[in-house]
T-cell receptor, first 114, second 114 residues
Framework: GENVEQHPSTLSVQEGDSAVIKCTYSDSASNYFPWYKQELGKRPQLIIDIRSNVGEKKDQRIAVTLNKTAKHFSLHITETQPEDSAVYFCAASIDSGNTGKLIFGQGTTLQVKP | NAGVMQNPRHLVRRRGQEARLRCSPMKGHSHVYWYRQLPEEGLKFMVYLQKENIIDESGMPKERFSAEFPKEGPSILRIQQVVRGDSAAYFC????????????FGQGTRLTVV
């Protein structure tokens, strides 16, 4: 089955710096890649997603890139702010069977130091 | 439009008791997913249901766990004869169509088995 690996497990940056989180997936049939942000004790919330027919997507300070050949995708956060501190999860989904089942990475704890 | 509602938010059970976790999807959503999050780990898919049907239960433990999504009322995740290893946060997510569309998560139920 699908497996998603996420690195690093923890990331500490200074406010204003950029943060990059990387994920690899195993099943080449995966075609949907969302990123979720989870603050302590709260629900995961979608921050950006990308589909396999697109190589890059940007939304203000957040961007995601996808390399289908290498089977990896990355989250880029620019001009980080203290409120970006949270756990970030990548996920992958295969559309066959139309289930929408998400396979999550292990998570990255991002700390943005003021 | 209220978000995905889960209750209770916190549940304490003694070993051997039953735990019942409830999830009311967003209005208009007929697709429900349950995920389990162990401390400091990612979310693990458990089961995907549509109204009155279990579509994919590949992530459900073979024993003690069951799920339903009746025609009327919330989706229920039931854990019988709980053990300490069942202690985790259980998240429900819903989507309007299934497949690779945004899944909206509830606040989760944090189960503690003592």
């Amino acid at each position: 089955g699908e497996n998603v690996e996420q690195h690093p497990s923890t990331l500490s940056v200074q406010e204003g710096d950029s943060a990059v989180i990387k994920c690899t997936y195993s099943d080449s049939a995966s075609n949907y890649f969302p990123w979720y942000k989870q603050e302590l004790g709260k629900r995961p919330q979608l921050i950006i997603d990308i589909r396999s027919n697109v190589g890059e997507k940007k939304d203000q300070r957040i961007a995601v890139t996808l390399n289908k050949t290498a089977k990896h995708f990355s989250l880029h956060i620019t001009e980080t702010q203290p409120e970006d501190s949270a756990v970030y999860f990548c996920a992958a989904s295969i559309d066959s069977g139309n289930t929408g089942k998400l396979i999550f990475g292990q998570g990255t704890t991002l700390q943005v130091k003021p | 439009n209220a978000g995905v509602m889960q209750n209770p938010r916190h549940l304490v059970r003694r070993r051997g008791q039953e735990a019942r976790l409830r999830c009311s999807p967003m209005k208009g959503h007929s697709h429900v997913y349950w995920y389990r999050q162990l401390p400091e780990e990612g979310l693990k898919f458990m089961v995907y249901l549509q109204k009155e049907n279990i579509i994919d239960e590949s992530g459900m433990p073979k024993e003690r766990f069951s799920a339903e999504f009746p025609k009327e009322g919330p989706s229920i995740l039931r854990i019988q004869q709980v053990v300490r290893g069942d202690s985790a946060a259980y998240f429900c997510a819903s989507s309007p169509t299934g497949g690779n569309t945004e899944a909206f998560f509830g606040q989760g139920t944090r189960l503690t088995v003592v």
